[in-house]
T-cell receptor
Framework: GAVVSQHPSWVICKSGTSVKIECRSLDFQATTMFWYRQFPKQSLMLMATSNEGSKATYEQGVEKDKFLINHASLTLSTLTVTSAHPEDSSFYIC????????????FGPGTRLTVT | QKEVEQNSGPLSVPEGAIASLNCTYSDRGSQSFFWYRQYSGKSPELIMFIYSNGDKEDGRFTAQLNKASQYVSLLIRDSQPSDSATYLCAVNRGGFKTIFGAGTRLFVKA
């Protein structure tokens, strides 16, 4: 299989605090991981692409100092939302691409962030 | 012109019918094509991928690719209410980024 996990599945935090979301590929090595955000009834929005051991590439309009991405190994990437505000409340989803396959992406179950 | 275009729907079909979902893309250099299913409140799930012109079948699902027309489709045979979801078409040129369409909502009536 190609299983991707995310933790936590949901989190509530206070405005101004930081939240870290973990994304793990459980049964394969991921050369590339992606972070998306999705607001209710809207399309997936790619935030950034990360490769193991390299700096993430952020999409236009995504603040790299606010959304910190670390891809420490071939099975783990983290997204830290710093100084969260209510407008950051969203569904954050990671996906991973296998090292030995084509360009298929496998998505994690997502993390629902609510900032109060 | 959007890079990957899908009709937003909703597409409504009766149970047991064939659902036909369509997608067009703008980049002629695209090489890999994917269909994802996303249930409400959940993350996308990969259900099909296709790289060559023609048809690819997997169970009740058939993906069809026509590179000359820049068109990819997904057929769902014997549609079930559990197939009701948003279907995302995705296209990759051979680089890091896969481009996703906005999705087509499918509703299968029991």
């Amino acid at each position: 299989g190609a299983v991707v996990s995310q933790h936590p599945s949901w989190v509530i935090c206070k405005s101004g605090t930081s939240v870290k979301i973990e994304c793990r590929s459980l049964d394969f090595q991921a050369t590339t991981m992606f972070w998306y955000r999705q607001f209710p009834k809207q399309s997936l929005m790619l935030m950034a692409t990360s490769n193991e051991g390299s700096k993430a590439t952020y999409e236009q309009g995504v603040e790299k100092d606010k959304f910190l991405i670390n891809h420490a190994s071939l099975t783990l990437s983290t997204l830290t939302v710093t100084s969260a505000h209510p407008e950051d409340s969203s569904f954050y989803i990671c996906s991973a691409r296998r090292a030995s396959q084509g360009f298929e992406q496998y998505f994690g179950p997502g993390t629902r962030l609510t900032v109060t | 012109q959007k890079e990957v275009e899908q009709n937003s729907g909703p597409l409504s079909v009766p149970e047991g019918a064939i659902a036909s979902l369509n997608c067009t893309y703008s980049d002629r250099g695209s090489q890999s094509f994917f269909w994802y299913r996303q249930y409400s409140g959940k993350s996308p799930e990969l259900i099909m991928f296709i790289y060559s012109n023609g048809d690819k079948e997997d169970g009740r699902f058939t993906a069809q690719l026509n590179k000359a027309s820049q068109y990819v489709s997904l057929l769902i045979r014997d549609s079930q209410p559990s197939d009701s979801a948003t279907y995302l078409c995705a296209v990759n040129r051979g680089g890091f980024k896969t481009i996703f369409g906005a999705g087509t909502r499918l509703f299968v009536k029991a």
